[in-house]
């Protein structure tokens, strides 16, 4: 069966970086997107960035552009997000999400838990 | 930037019909799809490319779209359908990703 598994969460002060990950099982991880997507406390789901099958196509919401990095390791079925410059309202739950972006508008089919990135003084 | 418009709250009684609406300006040339979350939970996607309704998504869950208005409908809504609802699509050149707002369904 599809999971997703996310890592790397956690407090970090305003400015500071933090690089989350996560782990794909059950599927063919090279054939499809991948997305990231957060939801600050309380608050409704913001797409972060997704990146394509090979990585050569990535696209990024303007709030984290030129901040966040996203990458990914199919060799290892693995999803990146480096944050650096992190602030206050990055605080959120952060989804990793199987995009259906190959075949289809994107949407998402498949997310994992989440992980939680707190960033305060 | 791109917005979808939902409603902040839905109340329904058991058994009664709910319907959700998302409108946005693209939506007569982009699919449309929705999610449902719950408390302390991931999203689950309930209906894809407008209409269509993934495996093992209850019946009772159908969309339909309209102009520049997407509707999620809930027919005979029950206690576990209690959720936020989410409807998502893209801008007008495919490239970025929207959310709607959420829409809080509250089963009375």
């Known amino acids: 069966q599809v999971q997703l598994v996310e890592s790397g969460g956690g407090l970090v002060k305003p400015g500071g970086s933090l690089r989350l990950s996560c782990a794909a099982s059950?599927?063919?991880?090279?054939?499809?997107?991948m997305s990231w997507i957060r939801q600050a406390p309380g608050k409704g789901l913001e797409w972060v960035s997704y990146i394509s099958t090979s990585g050569t196509t990535i696209y990024s919401a303007d709030s984290v552009k030129g901040r966040f990095t996203i990458s990914r390791d199919n060799a290892k079925n693995s999803l990146y997000l480096q944050m650096n410059s992190l602030r206050a309202e990055d605080t959120a739950v952060y989804y990793c999400?199987?995009?259906?972006?190959?075949?289809?508008?994107?949407?998402?089919?498949?997310w994992g838990q989440g992980t939680l990135v707190t960033v305060s003084s | 930037s791109y917005e979808l418009t939902q409603p902040p709250s839905v109340s329904v009684s058991p058994g009664q019909t709910a319907r959700i609406t998302c409108s946005g300006d693209?939506?007569?040339?982009?699919?449309a799809y929705w999610y449902q979350q719950k408390p302390g939970q991931a999203p689950v996607l309930v209906i894809y490319?407008?209409?269509e309704r993934p495996s093992g998504i209850p019946e009772r869950f159908s969309g339909s779209s309209s102009g520049t208005t997407v509707t999620l409908t809930i027919s005979g809504v029950q206690a576990e359908d209690e959720a936020d609802y989410y409807c998502q699509s893209a801008d007008s050149s495919s490239t970025y990703v929207v959310f709607g707002g959420g829409t809080k369904l509250t089963v009375l």
């Open positions: 490319k407008d209409t």
């Open positions: 999400a199987r995009d259906k972006g190959v075949e289809a508008a994107h949407h998402f089919d498949y």
């Open positions: 059950g599927f063919t991880f090279s054939d499809y997107y």
């Open positions: 693209a939506l007569p040339k982009q699919y």
